[in-house]
């Protein structure tokens, strides 16, 4: 059975997400902008809407900056108990701040009853926090479903990645055995990383790791393809600490093998990485006879389904492009250095 996303902490963890926070300060000066130009509004205008402005994002800040103090606590309790934390925070402060602008803005407030000045604020201060909080709780849970059902797509989409070396390298480990011990067994310990990160489903790792994987799948392979398999790295010294959807680069040299180094007789592929202000970009390159490339389908399978992953990993951000040209098969892997949460 699916799990259900547990509401426990979202009240608190959406308060303090940056649409929160952009929320609260809007949803604080609208109140402002209603109660300064509400027709029992007495005195100069936009005077009062300076200062109600002034007062209700001090009340909220406030508020939230005490929260966020103690949010490592608060994200244990219930919704309940968060929202009763939340209303009492802000009606105690807004008695406090009402008394404090009762002093210093006397003769703007002086047909009005202390008592009833307060009164009312904290009536709207009340209302206004149970109707947004709840608002702010539906809408982060929605997108806590959201991000659950990409994340059940991403692990569909992952699922389906079997690589076809898995066979392969097995009979390579096999027949290594008969005449290469210490070469089967690093066949061996290669096919099971390898097979480790296929079962990976949905989860990221690092750049690094993902290197590995493919250098680790290019030796598999070149024990079966020997002098026929020839690939060149055009990496950074250092590769950036950045973390990509697992078996993500893998399946795009596998790819580049089966359609240009299996039917060929010599297969050249490069793998290059280039990095601007906003993105990482990798290049793969392979040979591809026009005769190979009209007669084998399902050339875009695999490369669907990373675009597909990711889409989703990525937000719609990440870019896979395929052009071929001069009867070279080029693959263009964009990544944004910075992924929307």
């Known amino acids: 059975m699916s799990k259900q996303p547990n509401s426990n902490g979202l009240l608190i963890a959406a308060l303090f997400q940056s649409r929160g926070v952009l929320a609260t300060l809007i949803v604080s000066q609208v109140i402002a902008i209603l109660l300064a130009f509400s027709p029992m509004s007495l005195g100069d205008v936009w005077l009062r809407l300076a200062i109600f402005s002034c007062f209700l994002h001090l009340v909220f800040l406030s508020s939230l900056s005490l929260l966020y103090v103690c949010r490592a606590l608060l994200t244990k309790l219930s919704h309940s108990k968060q929202l009763f934390i939340l209303i009492s925070t802000l009606l105690a402060l807004t008695s406090v701040f009402s008394w404090l602008f009762l002093f210093v803005f006397s003769d703007v407030f002086a047909m009005e009853s202390r008592a009833n000045f307060i009164v009312s604020n904290l009536l709207i201060i009340f209302l206004v926090t149970a109707l947004f909080s709840q608002f702010l709780l539906i809408h982060n849970q929605k997108e806590q479903q959201t991000k659950a059902l990409a994340q059940a797509e991403l692990d569909a989409l992952q699922a389906r990645i079997r690589p076809h070396f898995l066979f392969n390298s097995l009979n390579t480990a096999a027949e290594l055995t008969h005449y290469d011990a210490e070469a089967a067994e690093q066949a061996i310990l290669a096919l099971a990383a390898l097979s480790q990160a296929a079962m990976r489903s949905g989860k990221a790792i690092k750049l690094a790791d993902e290197i ?8 598999l392979e070149r024990w079966r393809y020997g002098e026929r398999l020839a690939l060149s790295w055009k990496l950074p010294d250092e590769l950036p600490d950045i973390d990509i959807p697992c078996l993500t680069i893998q399946p795009i040299i596998e790819n580049a093998v089966f359609y240009g180094v299996e039917p060929a007789e010599q297969g050249n592929i490069s793998v290059e990485m280039h990095q601007s202000d906003k993105a990482y970009t990798f290049i793969i390159t392979n040979p591809v006879a026009a ?49 929307d949460a």
């Open 212 to 219: 590995t994987l493919c250098q680790q799948y290019v030796a």
């Open 291 to 339: 005769e190979v490339n009209n007669s084998r389908t399902g050339n875009g399978m695999a490369l669907d389904n990373i675009r597909q992953r990711l889409a989703l990993f990525y937000h719609q951000k990440a870019q896979l492009t395929t052009t071929i040209r001069d009867d070279v098969f080029r693959v263009k892997l964009v990544i944004p250095k910075q992924r």
